[in-house]
């Protein structure tokens, strides 16, 4: 039939073109999810640096190899992902990953500035980035010694970032890998590298490098891991899921200790740092509660008795005054009684352990010359070797100082814990004892001797060796000592002011004297009278109590024996402890 109007068309043409639409739809779908499927299940490119052991790096043969090319495998396989690890210059690999043709690079430092342009992964491995030298500098211990130095660093890195982040003012010399780094400072070129500690002891073997070391204390210490372009979680999701389920097979802790081993260890696992805080900490916690417990009873007592008396002189303001002061006296009393039974406790427990080191370095001290005898043969024929950390070279003259050194300290926490528990000891004796002053002046030393390296640099003895003995209780008197060594620190306004102690005879008073010397802020003539009052002190803002001297005094006139103060304000104080000389021919 002939078609008068063409506009007569318009409703089938477009009915047509729809269904062609809808036929094509049907016949993309299969191709868009053959498509879809072919991204899911696509090669993932891992990039890495080729020279970063023992991370990762290229054999002899050219292969990758490291930890975290074994890593990186292994979470593939329990994943199921089919990955092609690329190695090559870290600069290169950086920009590789920010265009794309790079999916993730398997071993990146953590760091707030990195964040902007990937993101990463849990933490599989700590790296600790270290300052290295040549043996025998000096003047580089620490970043703030960088200033103004030659510093060789590998371009792109994170020592490089940490540098540019941080505004070091240093001259950086930039190389594109780390051995080049170790090899510059080797041959005698520039000040320092920066190099992370685990790599670089594995290039010194690899190089043969023997005249450069790290400083002790390292730069930096970074968490290490997986990192991917900004916002492709889903990679960067399924290698964390990977990590968790090696750590939960032990798989992880086996390729860690295979490249890591010793010279990277994870640290003492929670719950063993939990057993052993428990059975040390568990005895004094327990301890700490009777004590608490004891002095919150003595206190309660001390308040009852202290109602009683206050009712009895109510009525007397002088006697009150005077229950006042037997009340606080008795608190410190309390005080100090604790003290003593903490001090008695804690010097029990610190003398077990320290026992235990003496015998245990007593017979590494013995072993060590055996074994040294066979680390030598071996060191002959086959050279230098790793010792822990360091060369067998350097070791062998350090272990024997380090054995001394750390018997010489146990047996100075011996010393001091004697000290503490003598100090401690409750002595009821009489005062008809021949006492020498030198043992009294030793034990009071010791207790002492801590205030009085951190508040003076120029402490002297001034003792005579003819000195006759005096007549008391020795620990009643070093009491006395510690208080005036202690009251002399309090009063020294710079550790550059002196601090003498100094003994003496005055034969026609029968009497011996101990002397007391500082050169601090000194006190007023008018102070000086209240100097032993019960309660009175100028540090009450600090914590004084006051109570120091006036007890102080009250040992001494129990010995029959006297104080005397000489001071003027700003030119220090002289205080002098006086007690009768001993004379057998009386006492019998």
């Not at 299940?41 to 930890?67: C, K, M, S, W």
């Not at 004094?284 to 009712?311: D, F, H, K, P």
């Not at 070791?395 to 001394?404: H, N």
């Not at 002196?498 to 002397?515: F, K, Q, S, W």
Request: charged fraction near 25%; proline fraction near 4%; include cysteine.
């Amino acid at each position: 039939m002939p078609i008068s109007d063409p506009r007569d068309l318009r409703p089938g043409l477009v009915h047509g073109l729809w269904l062609l639409w809808i036929l094509l739809l049907c016949l993309a779908g299969p191709v868009l999810a053959e498509e879809e499927s072919f991204s899911a299940e696509r090669t993932l490119v891992i990039g890495g640096d080729h020279n970063y052991p023992p991370y990762e790096y290229l054999d002899q043969f050219g292969f990758p190899a490291g930890y975290n090319v074994e890593l990186s495998k292994e979470i593939a396989r329990v994943m199921g992902m089919d990955i092609r690890i690329q190695l090559g210059d870290w600069g290169k690999m950086r920009r590789s990953l920010e265009r794309g043709d790079v999916d993730l690079l398997m071993g990146m430092a953590h760091t707030d500035e990195r964040l902007a342009e990937v993101d990463f992964s849990s933490p599989h491995a700590k790296v600790h980035q270290s300052i290295w030298v040549r043996k025998g500098t000096l003047d580089i211990s620490s970043k703030a010694d960088l200033v103004g130095k030659e510093v060789v660093v590998m371009k792109g890195s994170v020592m490089h970032d940490y540098m540019l982040e941080h505004k070091i003012l240093a001259n950086l010399f930039l190389v594109t890998t780390l051995a080049d780094a170790l090899n510059l400072l080797a041959s005698g070129q520039h000040d320092c590298a920066l190099v992370a500690k685990l790599p670089g002891e594995y290039l010194l073997s690899e190089l043969n490098l023997h005249n450069i070391q790290p400083i002790a204390r390292p730069l930096a210490a970074q968490d290490y891991g997986f990192a991917v372009k900004k916002g492709n979680l889903a990679t960067l999701g399924r290698f964390n899921e990977g990590l968790s389920l090696l750590k939960k097979s032990g798989e992880y802790r086996q390729i860690r200790e295979k490249w890591l081993g010793v010279l990277q260890p994870e640290g003492v696992p929670g719950a063993v740092i939990v057993r052993y805080a428990t059975l040390v900490l568990g005895p004094l916690l327990l301890v700490l509660v009777l004590i608490v417990l004891w002095s919150r009873t003595l206190r309660q007592q001390v308040a009852l008795r202290t109602e009683e008396l206050e009712l009895e002189i109510v009525e007397r303001k002088r006697s009150a005054d005077e229950l006042q002061v037997h009340q606080r006296q008795l608190l410190h009393a309390d005080k100090m009684s604790s003290l003593g039974v903490l001090t008695s406790g804690v010097a029990h427990e610190i003398n077990n352990p320290n026992g235990l080191i003496q015998l245990n370095l007593s017979q590494l001290g013995k072993a060590w010359p055996d074994a040294a005898a066979i680390l030598e043969e071996y060191y002959q024929i086959h050279g230098d070797f790793k010792f822990g950390w360091f060369n067998y070279s350097r070791m062998r003259d350090e272990i024997p100082q380090m054995l001394a050194e750390m018997t010489d300290s146990s047996h100075k926490i011996k010393r001091i814990v004697e000290g503490l528990k003598d100090f401690a000891r409750r002595n009821d004796s009489g005062y008809n004892d021949s006492v020498e002053f030198g043992g009294v002046i030793k034990a009071a030393l010791r207790l002492a001797d801590n205030q009085l390296r951190k508040s003076t640099n120029h402490f002297s003895l001034e003792l005579r060796e003819d000195i006759r003995p005096f007549r008391g209780n020795g620990h009643r008197i070093e009491q006395v000592v510690v208080n005036l060594l202690l009251n002399a620190c309090q009063a020294l306004t710079s550790n550059q002011q002196a601090i003498c102690l100094r003994t003496g005879e005055l034969p026609d008073a029968g009497m011996v004297y101990l002397e007391v010397e500082d050169e601090g802020c000194g006190m007023e003539a008018e102070l000086l009278e209240r100097m032993t009052d019960p309660f009175f002190t100028t540090r009450r803002e600090v914590g004084g109590t006051g109570l120091g001297l006036s007890v102080s005094e009250g040992i001494v006139k129990d010995h029959q024996g006297r104080l005397e103060f000489n001071s003027e304000f700003g030119q220090g104080m002289k205080v002098r402890l006086l007690l009768p000389i001993y004379q057998e021919a009386r006492d019998e």
